[in-house]
């Protein structure tokens, strides 16, 4: 089995492609447009499972010549994982051209080259962030869509193009992730800068320094955003899932929403991670209240029935879960 992985170096790309090397000892054509060390490690532990090229998605020339070396070795791609794109929610208010311009174009030029060289199956990694500030809760795929970041905008427009193809033969599924975060072993959250909350908190913890909580005067409870925290491992676990149906010709033309039906705020995170991880530090650990951050909007909890009664995927993994794994894999990073 070839599965094309496009952001494969990435958090969510490498550690998808690990459990697909893993479970099917398929090859893996990752596309990126960096190394990163979650690839080196994936390189380093399967070399004959992983082809790796660095090329810039927006170009089309530099993409087409891609697949056609692919073409003319007959390696034949049976699936498409869509990861690549910019992510972070806050830049993309400052930087809309970037985040549109490369969001969209790696993602139409990607549907196009496809269409081109017949691959039909993809499975797009779209985002919560489509529905906007939510009308009711918990969000079904049936919530009207309303992004509010360029970052949300840049993934409604690549599922409407997705659509589109799929007029041409393409048969898709949309993942709407709901707040992925947590590790598989030595994979975990390498970006740079981080963002992200968990990983944040996470590393505050173990360093002692002061933990930013971005507003708490959000019309939520205790006034700090609620977010639907999905294991790492779950959310790969959809994708494997999904790509098996797509394969075995079981579904076609679908969007789920990933997430565990349950959300917690800010402050519930922090107090959580205070009382699992106090008694391992030995210094006191302080939050400072901050001002709002752009974009974030209050409250974002997955309803994720769909995927559980149409395909059976259930998420196994807890909060405590998530936590627990970023401080094993922030802690053995400093013992290294
Ligand atoms: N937060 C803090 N302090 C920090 C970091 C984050 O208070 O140091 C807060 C944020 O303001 C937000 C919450 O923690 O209220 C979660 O923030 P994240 O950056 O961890 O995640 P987001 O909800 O902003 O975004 C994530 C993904 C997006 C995706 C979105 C959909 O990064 O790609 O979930 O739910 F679109």
Redesign the pocket.
């Known amino acids: 089995m070839n599965i094309l992985i496009t952001g494969g170096a990435g958090y969510i790309g490498s550690c998808t492609t690990f459990k697909i090397i893993q479970k099917y000892n398929a090859k893996c054509i990752i596309i990126d447009k960096q190394e990163t060390s979650n690839l080196e490690k994936l390189k380093l532990n399967y070399p004959k499972n992983i082809e790796f090229y660095k090329i810039d998605m927006c170009n089309y020339t530099d993409f087409n010549e891609l697949f056609e070396h692919l073409n003319t070795k007959s390696l034949r791609i049976d699936s498409v994982i869509h990861f690549a794109a910019y992510?972070?929610?806050?830049e993309s208010e400052k930087e809309i051209h970037k985040y549109l311009h490369n969001n969209i174009t790696s993602t139409l030029n990607l549907l196009d080259l496809m269409n081109k060289y017949e691959i039909n199956n993809l499975i797009f990694s779209s985002?919560?962030?489509?529905y906007g500030q939510a009308k009711y809760i918990p969000i079904d795929e049936n919530h009207p869509l309303n992004p509010q970041?360029s970052?949300?905008l840049s993934?409604k427009i690549s599922e409407d193009i997705i659509s589109k193809y799929s007029q041409k033969g393409l048969n898709f599924i949309n993942l709407?992730?709901?707040?992925?975060?947590g590790t598989i072993g030595h994979l975990g959250e390498e970006h740079n800068p981080e963002?992200?909350?968990?990983?944040?908190?996470i590393k505050?913890l173990i360093e002692g320094k002061i933990?930013?909580?971005?507003?708490n005067d959000?019309p939520t409870p205790d006034g700090?955003?609620?977010?639907?925290f999905i294991h790492i491992e779950d959310l790969v676990e959809s994708h494997l899932l999904c790509m098996e149906k797509l394969l075995n010709e079981e579904i076609e033309n679908e969007t789920f929403n990933i997430g565990i039906n349950k959300g917690y705020s800010?402050l519930e995170?922090v107090n959580k991670s205070m009382e699992i991880f106090n008694k391992k530090i030995h210094h006191k650990f302080r939050y400072t209240i901050?001002n709002?951050?752009e974009?974030?909007?209050?409250i974002?909890v997955a309803q994720a029935e769909k995927i559980k009664n149409k395909l059976g995927f259930q998420p196994k993994y807890k909060l405590e879960d998530i936590l627990l794994s970023v401080w094993n894999y922030e802690i053995q990073k400093i013992s290294l």
């Open positions: 992510t972070i929610v806050s985002s919560a962030s489509v970041s970052y949300a993934k709407r992730y709901f707040n992925p975060a963002t992200h909350l968990i990983p944040l908190l505050s933990f930013k909580i971005f507003g959000f700090t955003c609620i977010r639907d800010v995170v901050d709002r951050r974009g974030d909007v209050p974002l």
